[in-house]
């Protein structure tokens, strides 16, 4: 008898691959384990386990296995279905999605580069021989390479002895993030173990009862303790009891109270708050419907105005299937832009949430992935971007997506290129699960879903306190330049109205979806634009270092100072971004607070937490940002947002342009008069008659939806068309041209539906590669895994072409 594993390899290759294992080893192992095994030449590679077989492989022979890394399997039979799902869906290979589903940690080969820890309190001693021979090799030289382990230790197993090193954090996996994403630490105070007893109060006051001072901070700690039954920060009982924090202090030296500081978006809240939520007559009602829907369709669309208290609603839910012991998935798009939210699901359920994301590091992601497949009490509720649709649940029984609309979640680059709102449907259905999307403005997508009664709907079309929705007054900048009303790219009636809120002492947010100065240079004279010797794009200004910058491959050139073409002098820069409008608002307010929100300003450590937080506590008066303002704030002294120009977001060679439009300047809306009164946008537009302005304007997500579904149709785009993109990469124009002909012509030949192109897009060339796409249309009626099987078939011939094979090809499949 020959015994086999079938196992994945977290390379680009389709198939998976056949390794032989001895009869003890078969017996032991289970699918789901991981194997270290040779692979090539000489590389090794951590394989997952997808079946054990005693089918002899036809065309090669079988090597062995090194070594069986797992004692119990680490990668549920449901993890391998759904990574099978998504590598057919999403056109891409198996070892693909196995390679980006896992923790680094989880995925050791031969280039991987291990550090050693300066902060490991291990002594020589406490290590085994070869766990101390490669403590020694790291004394010398402080990374090495897996490989280099193997030549250490001679031998082809040393996966369980790294392990064993991470385990006892002697050593770490180098990451590949350079910077971390940090949470902020908080400082606070508990009382001392021993007055923790039911006399403890008592003990207290007659030991304090010489310093009124100090017996009044304690009466607080108790009181503050009883009313909120949660951790107390230093700050704030400093606050409430009128106090100084040298009253803590001293209170700490008598051993009475004890710090400790917490992260402020982490985990480890200690006990949930028990803030008892009260929702508003509609809440309930939208609760019920949800809970309603949820019993006869597996979705249901949450559609409710921005502020209308979703996520008090979700917090409900949630409650309720956790109470009946299932493990939720709470879906964001983003987890930096999202901190606001994070915070209070994590205030709200304490303990009990993990959070999971790709900033995090290497252990913490190891950490939750644990906890999950343990079904640990800390990761009831896991709050996660797209990535964590590959988490080891185990009986997953909600899923939440949170803005579903947004593009984030469809993943650009690399493959896997799958979407995370649609992969966690299939997620929940291998489980069992129900899943709610959430949004003030659904995609089409989702919508259609909805009215087709595949997807159960409901909808909340009220703000919680009953404030209206704001008024959206529209600006028509053609006019107000005619008429000199236009001070730089403020209009008066803006500058109006800023002034009306500044002296009410609200904030004002300004929108701006273009970062920078000015995106382009022109010259006067002859009309040169400078443009991107890589890439077939004009150079974005950025005043601030005064230099020109390509934002496709980060190019950087000094501002020159004549024309290039003509040596004119006269260079003007044409439209504005985020900098010239916090410029402008500099000299219009130089009194006044002013920051900016953009790719530029956040990129630093914290930058973006440090904005939010300072916008919070009162510190800016005015931010002026790009789409980032877009999501999900909730700032209560906001009652005034302006759009510099609604324009530029109208105009994109893109089907979703409109679509997109609508949902960001209805966003943005949205962060204005969210409690307590009516807010007012400010929209300035050349375009005021244009449908999409007048459908926000009036709050017309039907019309919008009818419209775009109209062209949709006629145009033949989702959601009545599957869309596959196929993107050609090659640094010759004639051999990607002639390549591309070919593709398209066999394409179209051999499937007989729409195929596009081979289409030069808007920008054909970036980083030096020239760039032709593809695009095929799949009709509702036909079969969408027989047409994507033959779509890889015609790629697979196209591969077998000698003078084509160094043109790279991306399928992208329901592209955004
Ligand atoms: P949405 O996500 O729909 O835009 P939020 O959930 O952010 O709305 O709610 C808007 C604001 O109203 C938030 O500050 C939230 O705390 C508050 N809110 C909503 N529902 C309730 C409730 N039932 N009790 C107390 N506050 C609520
Ligand atoms: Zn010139
Ligand atoms: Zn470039």
């Known amino acids: 008898m020959n015994y086999f594993v079938e196992v994945i390899v977290p390379l680009a290759l389709d198939p998976t691959f056949t390794y032989a294992v001895s009869e003890a080893e078969y017996e032991f192992i289970q699918v789901g384990m991981r194997v270290a095994v040779p692979f090539g030449r000489s590389k090794v590679y951590t394989a997952v386990v997808i079946e ?43 070892g693909d999605v196995y390679k980006s589903a896992m923790p680094s940690q989880l995925l050791l080969e031969s280039e991987t580069l291990i550090q050693y820890n300066p902060t490991s309190k291990i002594t020589p001693d406490e290590l085994d021989d070869a766990e101390y021979l490669i403590y020694e090799a790291l004394q010398v030289q402080s990374i090495l390479k897996v490989e280099e382990i193997i030549a250490v230790l001679n031998r082809k197993k040393v996966f369980p002895v790294i392990n064993s090193l991470l385990e006892k954090k002697v050593i770490f996996l180098q990451e590949e993030m350079v910077e971390k994403y940090k949470p902020k630490q908080i400082r606070y105070v508990k009382l001392a ?17 010489r310093s009124e001072k100090q017996r009044e901070m304690i009466l607080k700690y108790f009181q503050l303790q009883a009313v909120h039954k949660k951790p107390i920060t230093v700050k704030q009982l400093v606050e409430e009891s009128e106090s100084t924090s040298a009253v803590v202090k001293t209170l700490i030296d008598k051993e009475i109270f004890e710090d400790y500081y917490l992260n402020q978006d982490r985990v480890i ?14 809440q309930s009602k939208a609760l019920w419907e949800i809970g309603q829907s949820l019993e006869t369709k597996d979705v249901t669309l949450l559609h409710g105005v921005t502020a209308s208290g979703k996520t008090e609603i979700y917090i409900k839910l949630i409650e309720k299937y956790i109470a009946e012991g299932g493990q939720v998935l709470f879906l964001l798009p983003e987890i930096g832009l999202s901190t606001q939210l994070v915070m209070r699901l994590t205030s709200y359920f304490g303990n009990e949430v993990a959070v999971y994301n790709s900033k995090y590091s290497h252990n913490e992601r190891l950490e939750v992935w644990d906890q999950v497949l343990n079904q640990s009490e800390k990761a009831k509720v896991i709050i996660g ?80 306190t009953n404030v209206v929705l704001p008024e959206v007054v529209l600006v028509d900048v053609k006019d107000k330049y005619k008429r000199k009303q236009m001070t730089g790219h403020f209009s008066d009636y803006l500058i109006d109205e800023i002034n009306m809120a500044l002296s009410l ?7 701006q979806n273009r970062r920078g100065f000015s995106p382009v240079v022109e010259c006067m004279t002859c009309g040169a634009v400078p443009e991107c010797p890589h890439c077939d794009v004009s150079l974005t200004y950025h005043k601030y270092k005064n230099e020109l910058r390509c934002h496709y491959c980060g190019f950087t050139l000094p501002m020159p100072k004549q024309c290039f073409r003509c040596h004119s002098v006269d260079l003007n820069t044409k439209g504005f971004g ?39 506590a009162r510190q800016i008066d005015i ?48 962060r204005a008069g969210r409690k307590e009164k009516k807010g007012k946008v400010v929209i300035q537009t050349f375009n005021p008659y244009h449908n999409i302005i007048q459908q926000v304007t009036t709050y017309d997500y039907m019309g919008m939806y009818k419209e775009q579904m109209y062209e949709r149709y ?17 640094k010759e124009f004639e051999k990607l041209k002639e390549a591309s002909f070919w593709l398209y012509n066999n394409l179209k030949e051999q499937l007989g539906i729409p195929v596009l192109g081979p289409e030069e897009p808007a920008i054909n060339r970036i980083r030096n590669q020239y760039i032709r796409v593809i695009l095929i249309k799949i009709p509702q009626n036909v079969p969408l895994v027989k047409t994507k099987e033959n779509v890889r078939r015609i790629l697979k011939s196209f591969e077998t072409i000698g003078a084509y094979r160094s043109v790279k090809v991306v399928a992208n499949v329901d592209f955004y």
């Open 52 to 94: 054990r077989h005693n089918r002899i492989p036809q065309y090669y022979e079988a090597k062995e296995i090194n070594e069986i890394i797992d004692l119990t399997p680490v990668v549920t039979e449901k993890q391998i279905a759904l990574w099978k799902w998504i590598a057919d869906y999403y056109m891409c290979t198996i």
């Open 193 to 209: 173990e021993q007055y923790l007893a039911e006399n403890g109060l008592a003990d207290l006051m007659e030991i304090v009862s």
């Open 269 to 282: 809240f200690g006990d949930a708050s028990q803030d008892i939520i009260e929702l508003s007559d509609e």
């Open 385 to 464: 971007t797209r990535l964590s649709v590959f988490l080891p649940f185990q009986n997953l029984q909600l899923v939440v997506v949170d803005e579903e609309h947004e593009g984030n979640y469809k993943q650009h680059d690399p493959a896997p290129r799958y979407h995370g709102r649609d992969s966690a449907i299939i997620l929940a259905k291998q489980h069992g699960a129900k899943v709610v999307l959430g949004s003030a403005t659904p995609s089409l997508e989702t919508y259609y879903n909805a009215t087709q009664g595949k997807y159960g709907l409901v909808e909340l079309t009220k703000r919680y």
């Open 505 to 511: 002492e609200e904030q004002v947010i300004l929108f």
């Open 578 to 616: 985020t900098e010239q409008v916090e410029e402008e608002l500099k000299e219009l307010y130089p009194n006044k607070r002013i920051a900016r929100m953009d790719q530029d300003t956040t990129r630093g450590k914290f930058g973006f937490e440090k904005l939010v937080e300072a916008f919070q």
């Open 623 to 670: 931010l002026v940002g790009t789409q980032m303002l877009a999501k999900g704030f909730d700032f209560d002294n906001v009652n005034l947002v302006g759009i510099m120009n609604a324009d530029n977001s109208l105009y994109h060679p893109d089907f979703r342009a409109h679509e997109r439009a609508y949902q960001m300047m209805t966003q943005v809306a949205g």
């Open 714 to 730: 006629n145009f033949k785009y989702p959601p009545f068309y599957r869309l596959v993109k196929l993107t050609l990469r090659h």
